[in-house]
C-alpha cells in the first residue's frame, strides 16, 4: 500500500543471456520490495518484427517466466503478467491510435534504425509503425510512475508521456506522466569482446549448464599482446576481465595487479572467473531446472498474474470510457 507503481516488459525473443540479466533482471528483482511492480510479457510486441513465425513463440514465454524466476523474481512480491491475456491493452492501444499522430511514430528512433537493420524481413506494417501506440497502452494501464528500462526505451517512454499529455488535455486528467528509470548498467561484453547479442552469437544464457559456462569462458579471447605466460597483461583490452569486474567485485583489483605483473596465467585467470561465476549463476541454473520440472506452476503464476494485471487494467479501461464517453 502507497508504493509507487512501476512496469516494464520484455519481448520474448528466446533465452535470456546475462547481457539482459546485468542490464535489466537483476535491478528489477531488486525493485520488487520498494516498488509495486508489475513485470509482463510483450509477446504481442513480438509479433511487431516476427509476425510470420510464431512456432517458438509459447516455448519463448514460458522459458522467459522460468528466467525470471530462477533469477528471483517473486510472484508474492510482484505481478507477472502475460501481455496477450490481458485484452485491455488491445482496446487502449486501439484508442490511443485514434489520437497519435503518425509524425511521432516516423520520428521515433527505434522505428527508423529497425526498419535500417531488419532488411531480411517485411516489417513495413500498421503494427510495427504503431509499437510505441501499443507501449503506451501497456504503461498508462497501469498509471505506472516509473519504466525501468534501457537507454534504448527512452523514446517509447518518452512518447508514452505525450501520449499521456495528449490524452489528458482532450478528454481529461486520467494518466500520470511516467518517468523512464535508467538502469545502472553493468556492462557485460559478449564471449567475443563484442556487445552480448544473440545475433552474434556470443551469449552466455541464463539456461547454459555449469560445463558450457565453462567452456564459453576457456574459451574467450584475451589480451593478445600476452604470447607467454608471464608477459605483462592489458586488462582493459581483455574480455575476461571485463567479466571479472562483475562476478569478482573483491577479487578484481588483485586480478588485474597480478595480470599487469604478469604473475597470472590468463588460463589460471580463466578458471578464477569460472569459479566466481558459478557460485553466482549455479542457484540460478538449479532453480531453473527445479521449475522447469513444474510446467502447472509456471502456469499457475502467470495465471494469478493476469487476474491481477486484469483487476487494474478494467478499472483503468472504465475511467479510459467514461472519459471519452464511450461508455454507452
Ligand atoms: N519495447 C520493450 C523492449 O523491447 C518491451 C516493452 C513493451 C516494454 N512494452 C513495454 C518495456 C512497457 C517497458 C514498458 O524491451
Redesign the pocket.
Known amino acids: 500500500m502507497g508504493k509507487k507503481t512501476m ?5 520474448p525473443t528466446g533465452a535470456l543471456h546475462l547481457g539482459n540479466y546485468f542490464g535489466a533482471l537483476e535491478n528489477w528483482v531488486k525493485l520488487q520490495d520498494e516498488y509495486d511492480c508489475y513485470y ?1 510479457i ?1 509477446d504481442w ?1 513480438a509479433l511487431t518484427t516476427g509476425y510470420e513465425d510464431t512456432s517458438e513463440l509459447k516455448s519463448n514465454i514460458n522459458s522467459m517466466v522460468i528466467d525470471w524466476l530462477s533469477a528471483g523474481l517473486d510472484p508474492e512480491k510482484c505481478t507477472i503478467f502475460l ?1 496477450s491475456s490481458v485484452k485491455e491493452h488491445a482496446e487502449l492501444h486501439l484508442l490511443f491510435s485514434m489520437m497519435t499522430p503518425l509524425s511521432w511514430l516516423y520520428r521515433c528512433p527505434t522505428y527508423k534504425d529497425q526498419l535500417a537493420q531488419l532488411k531480411d524481413r517485411n516489417i513495413t506494417t500498421y503494427g510495427f509503425l504503431g ?1 510505441p501506440c ?2 503506451a497502452a ?2 498508462l494501464m497501469y498509471k505506472a510512475a516509473a ?1 525501468p ?2 537507454e ?2 527512452v523514446p ?1 517512454v518518452e512518447l508514452t508521456r505525450e501520449m499521456a499529455r495528449r490524452f489528458n488535455y482532450i478528454f481529461g486528467e486520467v494518466f500520470p506522466e511516467p518517468q523512464a528509470k535508467l538502469t545502472k548498467a553493468k556492462v557485460l561484453p559478449g564471449t567475443d569482446g563484442r556487445k552480448m547479442s544473440k545475433s552474434y552469437n556470443n551469449t552466455i544464457a541464463l539456461s547454459d549448464d555449469p560445463d558450457t559456462v565453462r567452456k564459453k569462458v576457456m574459451s574467450m579471447v584475451t589480451d593478445p599482446a600476452r604470447i607467454r605466460k608471464d608477459d605483462p597483461g592489458h586488462p582493459e583490452v581483455c574480455t575476461v576481465f571485463s567479466f571479472h569486474k562483475v562476478f569478482n567485485e573483491e577479487g578484481v583489483a588483485d586480478t588485474e595487479a597480478q595480470c599487469r605483473a604478469g604473475s597470472i596465467g590468463c588460463v589460471q585467470c580463466k578458471k578464477e572467473l569460472c569459479s566466481k561465476m558459478a557460485l553466482k549463476l549455479t542457484p540460478i541454473y538449479e532453480k531453473r531446472l527445479e521449475l522447469s520440472a513444474k510446467p502447472e506452476y509456471i502456469r499457475e503464476v502467470v495465471e494469478k498474474g493476469n487476474a491481477r494485471a486484469r483487476a487494474t487494467a478494467e478499472k483503468t479501461m472504465s475511467e479510459v470510457r467514461k472519459a471519452m464517453k464511450i461508455d454507452w
Do not use: C, E, K, T
Not at 512496469?7 to 519481448?11: A, D, E, V
Open positions: 512496469l516494464s516488459g520484455m519481448r509482463f510483450a510486441h501481455q509499437y501499443l507501449q501497456d504503461i519504466v528500462v534501457g534504448d526505451q517509447h
